[in-house]
């Protein structure tokens, strides 16, 4: 299952943009949004995005939940900081709090693709597939080719066992990100199951080389 990414400013970004900064991350990653305010409080916000960001990513996730917090009080519009509190809130396994912080990122930016992804793979990870499927879907409408969406869409139907649905969102998510080491071993693992173990022994083959690379 692929993590969220944490954000770091806000700006008006399409999904150009958008695809051009998302890359493949290991855990959590961070995105670094450029922004046209040059304002002191946005500034500060931003910077202090950052610095959460960095400790979150370093499993400081408590410390990063009291600086999201405060950011969002300072700025309760500021979609990126809900979405990125959030995150947080899931790594921490605060599911409720998370779904909530979502929500209230999607009700400010409705066609934001990172958290239709990121509400989509809590709703998995939660056991409520209908909803995953719902919003991993919708992201996926917003930005065709982002390769967070496919994946976790793939896992999904993985899960439910709809093995063809599976194979065709995988297959997507390597042809919009090479890298994604996990879609092979996925594929690989259909494979087996329906009896291609040919098939399988490359996929798996090419899964451990990518693991042990990124090691």
Do not use: W
């Not at 410390?63 to 950011?71: G, H, M, P, Q, W």
């Not at 995150?87 to 409720?96: A, G």
């Not at 939660?126 to 719902?134: F, L, S």
């Amino acid at each position: 299952m692929k993590n969220q990414k944490i954000i770091h400013s806000q700006t008006k970004i399409n999904t150009n943009i958008l695809k051009k900064l998302i890359a493949c991350v290991i855990g959590i990653a961070v995105i670094i949004v450029t922004t046209n305010s040059s304002s002191a409080g946005t500034t500060e916000n931003n910077l202090l995005m950052h610095h959460a960001a960095k400790l979150s990513k370093a499993g400081k996730n408590e410390e990063a939940l009291k600086i999201f917090l405060e950011i969002v009080k300072r700025d309760p519009e500021n979609f990126y900081a809900h979405n990125n509190l959030a995150m947080v809130y899931s790594q921490i396994k605060k599911y409720n709090k998370a779904l909530e912080s979502y929500e209230k990122s999607l009700s400010l930016r409705p066609n934001f693709p990172m958290s239709l992804n990121n509400i989509g793979n809590l709703h998995m990870t939660m056991g409520h597939y209908d909803k995953a499927e719902e919003y991993l879907k919708k992201s996926l409408t917003y930005f065709k080719s982002f390769h967070l969406a496919s994946m976790n869409l793939g896992e999904l139907y993985f899960k439910q066992k709809r093995y063809d649905d599976a194979m065709k969102y995988l297959k997507k998510a390597l042809v919009d990100m090479p890298t994604l080491s996990r879609a092979h071993k996925l594929i690989g693992e259909i494979h087996y199951i329906q009896g291609r173990k040919e098939e399988a022994k490359k996929e798996l083959s090419l899964y451990k080389k990518m693991t042990k690379k990124s090691k």
